[in-house]
Each structure stands twice: as C-alpha cells, then as structure tokens.
C-alpha cells in the first residue's frame, strides 16, 4: 500500500529481539550504513540519540500534517525524546498493569483496589491460591527486559534503585546490597514461592500468558498488551477479567513504560523517503486501516501509541474491557522520576537508561533467577549482583 | 668413497628441490589460512591491549594488559572456567562409558544389529540447537514436558528441572549427544581386535571378565585416548546447548557463552571479549597440543601393526 501511494519500494529485513539489539546496535553504532530505517525500543532511542546516531524528528514531524505529533501519548512521547528532540516514531507502546480473574476473586469474597498497593496485591495471592490456580504470575525468566523489567518496578516502588547517580549523570555507586533493594527482592521471591506459578524462574510472558488463558494463575502482572489477548474472541477466559493500576509500595505510581519505535539512522541515504515510510507506518491513518484489516479485528491493533486511538469508537467498542484501564496506565507511567532517587543516564521505568543496563541487567537476572528457582540463595544472588553492577559506576 | 658421498649429497639436493616444487601449489591455501585466521588473531590481541567498547561509544585506548589482569580478577569468570571443566569432564567421561556400554553390546551378532546402530548414531546427526529445543520444551520443561508427565504418572512431586539443575540439565542433552559418537569409535576399536587372541584366551580357560579387562581393554585404550580428546575439544567450546537450554546463569555460564555476553551478548565490551578469547586460545593450544601427541601415538601404533 505504502509502495503504491509514494513509489517508494521497501525492503524489510525480519529479526528476532536480540537479533535485532546486536544488528542495530552494531550497524547503527559502528556506521554500517544498511538501513534507512531501523526497529529500536523506547530503552535504545534515547541514548541513541543522544550520541548523535538518529535523526532527529521535530522538524520533519512539523512539516508533515498527516503526522500529527501532539497526538502521540506524552509519556511516550517524552521516553522517545533528549532535550524535546523527538528520535523516533513509536508503533507500539505498553506500560503494565494486573490483570486478575474477577469470578474467582469474586467467589472468594475478594476485591482488588483499582489502584493496589503491592501488599494488598501479596494478601490477595496468598488468599486466592491453590493447588489447581496459583495466586499470581510474576516473570522470573532472566533478562533485562523479562525479570528484569518486573522486577525494576517493584524495587523502584520499594524505594530502591540500581545506582546513584552522579551529579554529571553518570553512574555512581551500585545500591542492589541496599535494604529497599533487598526488601523489594525478598517480598518478589516470597510472594512467587509462595502463591507464585510453577517453575517461575522460567517463565516471562508468553508462560504466564498460557498459564492464565489455561486458568492455572489467578493474577497475573505484565504488560498491558496481554489483554488484548485475554480479550480475544478465541481466548477461554474472555470476559472473566478485570483490571488495576501497577501495585505500588511507597511511589504514586509503578507501571512500566515499553514502546517498539522506528527511528533513521544518521547513515541513511535519503531522509525524507525514510520519514515518509516512518510517518505512514507510524499514523493515525495507519492505525485506521489495520482495523479493517488485520485478522484480529480493531482488538488487536497497535496500541498505546496515540491519544486518537483511545478516542476511536471502532477500537473502544472492541476494546471496552481493558481500553480505558490501558490508557490510564500509559498516562500513570513514571517515566521522568520513576523512584524515590535521582537516575543515572537518561529516563527509564523498568530499566536503567545507561547503555551498561543491559549487560548488567542480563547477569543480575540469571542470579536473581536461580534465587527465585532456589538453587542459590537470595542473598548470595543480592551480593552478586552488587558486584557485577559495581563493576561499571564511575 | 668420496664419489659416493657427492652423489648422495646431490641425491639430497635433488629431492629437497624437488620437495619444494611440490609444495608450490599449496602456497595460495597457505596464504588464504594466514588471512583468514592469523591476520585477525592479531587484530585481536591488539584489541585486547584497548579498553574499546561500542556502547557507550569511547575512543579505542592503549591500556596493556589491564584486560588480563582483571581477567584473573573477575569471579565470574572464575565461575565460567569452573562450569566449562566441570561441564566437559562430565560430559565425556559419561558418554565415553555409555558408548562403550553400547559398543560391547553393537559388538555381537544380532537380528536386526544394522537398523539398531543406526538408530542409535541418530542424536549425533541433530544439530546442537534443535536438539537443546526438543530437550528443553518437551522433556525438561516443568508445564508440558516428557520427564514431570513421568513422575505425575508414577506418583511424585514434579520437579523444575532446568532451573533447579542447570548444569546437569545441559550436561544430560550433550552426554545424549554424543554416546554416539563415542560409540562408534569403541566400536570401531571392537571390531579391530584380532578373533585368535580372543580364541586363545578362551581355549585356555579365562573368564569373560578377565578377558574384558586384560586383552580387550588395554587394545582399546587408544581409542578411549581418542574419545576422550576429541569430545574435550568439541565440548569445551559448547555454546548452543547452553543458549537455548538455560540461557546462562549460575552453573550454566560456561567460557564461551560469558565472551558471547561480554561482546555482542549485551556487553559490547570488544576489548575485554577479545582478551578472554585469547585465553581461550591458549587454553585449546594446549589442550590440543597435549591431545596431539596422544593422536599422533595412536597413528604409530597402527603403523606397526
């Protein structure tokens, strides 16, 4: 369609997610000139931009009417953003939230706030589980964007933080040996051994996905995606379910804030045919004919991107169930103060915006992980994770 | 007298001339070998002596041998060198003695005895990743897996097999790998030993015991060498089985998945990974030189028979 309207041919290449973080990274960041268009995560645009690899979009989206900036959700518009300077045109964005099977809560006499603290979240686990239905699904896969991305949110709520910043930005002392972060870990763990899913360590999405369409979890916190998915027409538990904000402990607010972006590398050969692909791929427009088309119907469209979305009737009546509790969310994410502390690097919820998260993040996981299975101990996975986060303050 | 030394020395000059034409047409692979392996070893040992790093973008700095120094210094590179002996030691010392269980049973005529080898070559054949998958998602995992559909049947508590025993998870999937690899060398050793010695051992009275262990081992021993030395080097360098099967962690991070984490993994600390690596290198070096020499007995051996 895009081919036919402008005369620009596209040719895609498809890569799974850490794929595409190696080839991106490498191809943007070392000047491998292959792409006019690239993929990137709301966690790379910043700091990509910020280095001067992306180019940036204020003007092109100004002299573009189709494009429409100010439609695009703030907190998702800030994320994307150094200094006001957009980097990159999201496609899809996420925070997350609890989804919870309202008939077995209500069978038990139970009630979920529609902005829980984490306690009452735990008591409720706790209440609710039993041999055939855990109480809650927690991710305890390791990696940075799986564990890692749960369990940022808790510590950041709990007070805790992965570092100090330095009053230059840069990373200062690691904090993980700190009590806020080790209570924030020790009531994860509890809370998943004890009402959490079977085999925890290995589950992220996708497991806990199955498990709640199987009715095998109660509760389940992630992104807020998955509930287009519970809501699908297919899915056994549709209707079932209901809604609540990212349990909190001592912040407002906790949910994370994810989008997938396409951005244009400085390398390019021709910007204004790369915006032009960005800007269509990118638009109300877009969003508009993947309701009509896409198999899943309006349900399963790109969400999270543009307030006009959340004002579309096509897409509400599709949605009823969980598009206004996704909204409120996306606008609830903390991205610009998301702890008690100051951050090192560049804004992040559920991830440190420093380009050390990721390797740091991934090692610490695999620990906490195996704390979370109980082949070490949660202390033992505390004191090495302070030693590998350690190994990059300045 | 001195004619003939003359002649043998220009015999000798001959053939060294002509040794050396022979060898002419092997130049261009020679030269393609040093391209392609030697020029970027050294690249790499110049980047080892750099602190380069690709996120966050830094000019590449001369720091010596910093790199190796923390090396030594970094416990979890410890812990990787740790899991990667402990993983390969394992690995070939239990396929090693299942192949041979298997050989000695291959080793006897049979109904069928062909189709059964075969069958039994098969995990062989199937690359590291599939096989990892197939291992991780349909056996080992804790929701819809082989093995806790097996306890549930037989009454026991399931159990989270990957994430509670990482190491031996991965050690399982190679050992199953690889019997057959050792299976058909023993095999092969088997079906060497000469059927009169056999005799004579029987025709005067000794035991299947003693005859297992007094002829037929020590003619295998060299190809148990063999084995052992060839399983060692393909196991000490195992990445995929641990990618796919635990991702990394605690008692599943061997040396070469920590480079892959310290380098394109995530880390993108080039100059580090690279430091590692030569490590690696020297580690294999000499591990091959040591397995070489035990090759290269193994040939003469065959020679003299």
């Known amino acids: ?61 100004a002299n573009d009417a189709d494009y429409n900036i100010d439609d695009l959700i703030p907190a998702v ?41 984490w306690d009452e979240v735990a008591e409720i686990a706790r209440a609710i589980d039993s041999d055939e239905t855990a109480g809650v699904c927690l991710r305890g896969k390791p990696g940075w964007g799986d564990l890692g991305a749960s369990l940022t949110t808790v510590v950041n709520t709990f007070g805790g933080t992965w570092w100090l910043a330095n009053a230059d930005g840069s990373i200062g002392a690691a904090q993980v040996d700190q009590p806020e972060f080790a209570e924030a870990f020790n009531f994860y763990v509890d809370l998943v051994q004890d009402a959490g899913q079977t085999d925890a360590a290995n589950s992220s999405f996708n497991e806990c996905l199955n498990l709640y369409l199987e009715g095998k979890v109660a509760m389940w916190y992630d992104a807020t995606v998955a509930a287009g998915l519970l809501e699908a027409n297919d899915s056994p538990v549709k209707g079932l379910n209901g809604y609540a904000l990212a ?59 543009r307030q006009s979305t959340y004002e579309n009737p096509d897409y509400l009546a599709a949605a009823e169930a969980f ?27 559920q991830y440190v915006g420093v380009p050390e998260f990721q390797d740091v993040g991934t090692r610490c996981t695999e620990q906490f992980s195996a704390a979370i299975a109980g082949s070490i101990s949660v202390d033992d996975a505390l004191d090495a994770c302070q030693e590998i986060a350690s190994e990059v303050s300045t | 007298m001195e004619t003939v030394t003359d002649r043998s020395d220009e015999v000798r000059r001959l053939q060294r001339r002509e040794a050396r034409r022979r060898r002419i047409p092997l130049l261009p692979a020679l030269l393609f070998t040093i391209v392609v392996t030697q020029v970027p070893f050294l690249f790499n040992i110049w980047y080892s002596l750099t602190d380069w790093k690709i996120v966050p973008p830094s000019p590449r700095k001369f720091i010596g041998v910093d790199n190796f120094v923390d090396l030594f210094d970094n416990r ?33 005529k049979f109904f069928g005895q062909g189709f059964v080898r075969t ?4 995990p062989f054949l199937v690359m590291p990743v599939v096989a990892g998958l197939i291992w991780n998602t349909q056996i080992f995992n804790s929701s819809f897996g082989v093995l806790n559909w097996g306890l549930d049947a037989v009454g026991l508590d399931r159990v989270e097999f990957v994430s509670r025993w990482p190491l031996w998870s991965i ?102 990974a690279s430091a590692y690596s030569i490590v690696v ?25």
């Open chain 2, 119 to 122: 069958l039994l070559i098969t």
């Open chain 1, 323 to 349: 598009a206004q509790k996704t909204l409120d969310a996306m606008l609830a994410a903390p991205i610009d103060n998301p702890g008690t502390t100051p951050r090192p690097g560049l804004p992040g919820v």
């Open chain 1, 1 to 61: 369609m895009f081919t036919a309207e402008t005369g620009i041919a596209v040719n895609f290449t498809v890569l799974d997610e850490q794929t595409l973080r190696e080839v991106t990274t490498r191809d943007v960041g070392a000047g491998g000139r292959q792409f006019d268009v690239v993929q990137i995560g709301m966690y790379e645009t910043p700091q990509f931009g910020a280095n001067g690899w992306l180019v940036p979009l204020n003007d092109f989206a």
């Open chain 2, 171 to 272: 050690v399982i999937v190679l050992v199953w790998q690889w019997t057959p690899f050792m299976m058909l060398i023993i095999l092969a050793g088997l079906q060497g030993q000469s059927s009169s010695v056999l005799e004579a051992a029987r025709v005067d009275g000794a035991s299947a015991s003693s005859t297992f262990f007094q002829i037929t081992l020590p003619h295998l021993r060299p190809y148990l060498e063999l084995g052992v030395l060839l399983g060692s080097i393909y196991l000490i360098q195992v990445f995929d089985h641990v990618d796919v099967i635990t991702g990394g962690g605690p008692d599943s991070t061997n040396v070469p998945y920590f480079v892959f984490q310290r380098s394109i993994g995530g880390g993108w600390q080039f100059g580090q």
């Open chain 1, 77 to 117: 518009r800030n994320g994307l953003s150094v200094d006001g300077q957009l980097y990159a045109s999201p496609f899809y964005a996420e925070s997350s939230f609890v989804m919870y099977r309202q008939d077995l809560l209500d069978s038990a006499g139970l009630a979920m706030p529609d902005a829980p603290t």
């Open chain 2, 76 to 108: 979890f590179f410890r812990e990787a060198v740790l899991t990667s002996v402990l993983m390969t030691v394992t690995a070939v010392l239990l396929s090693v003695l299942l192949g041979t269980l298997i050989a000695l049973l291959l080793d006897r």
């Open chain 1, 247 to 305: 349990p909190t402990n001592v912040t407002d607010t906790s949910g994370w804030l994810w989008a997938w972006t396409l951005a244009i590398p400085v390398t390019t050969t021709d910007q204004d045919a790369a915006w032009e692909f960005v800007s269509w791929a990118t638009s109300e427009e877009y969003i508009n004919q993947a309701g009509t088309r896409v198999p899943g119907g309006w349900a399963a469209i790109p969400p999270g991107t």
């Open chain 2, 281 to 305: 290198v020297v580690a294999s070096i000499i591990i091959a030189t040591l397995g070489l020499r035990v090759l290269s007995g193994l040939l003469e051996g065959e020679d003299a028979a």
